[in-house]
């Protein structure tokens, strides 16, 4: 199935790391991220999962999960996380979903139907098992992103988007390119001129559609 923003996510019972989960109940009701790679223990995605380890911190400021997923098994994800905590610095303390029989990566529109896995295969079998999806309240996809093979993820993106995904949320504004905390914002077309002077105060006019303010708060 094709996911698309503002679907209800997949729900899936399966085997990590740190035991069994069904995946609607580990997310309750929260700010959640999934983030897939193709096979344990290859270098991109070493690098990849460090950078998750080490924003523990910042996840854990926006009350948001942290999951991966690879088409590896539990054993395997167990020792590569001890690769992943040693080039990282840091204990990569998430779970990592085994997904096997790729009936996960099936699930979440990374790879089609007809996939499977052959013998002796290699990363490029799965390739395109390199998505992120940032699941918010309601288990709504709120963003999807998938990656190459050969260019690792900016995490420090996923970072940005999650904080403008949950400003826009608490706020009722959208955010202009490259938006960064702190930075001005856009308010919505659909707020009158008189209601945006009452909520925000002062704003700016470059254009009818284009009106921009300080960030709330």
Known sequence: MAL???DTVPDFTAQTSEGEINFHEWLGDGYAILFSHPKDFTPVCT???GAVAQLADEWEKRKTKVIGISVDGVEDHKKWKSDISSFA????TFPIIADEGLEVSKLYDMLPTEAYLPDGRT??????VRSVFIIGPGKKLLLSMTYPMTVGRNFAEVLRALDALQFSAGHGVAMPANWQPGEDVIIPA???DADAKEKFGEFTTHFPYLR??????
């Open 4 to 6: 698309r923003i503002n």
């Open 47 to 49: 690098t990849e999962f």
């Open 89 to 92: 610095g840091a204990p990569a």
């Open 123 to 128: 990363p490029a079998d799965s390739a395109t």
């Open 190 to 192: 659909t707020v009158s």
């Open 212 to 217: 921009t303010t300080k960030q709330p708060g």
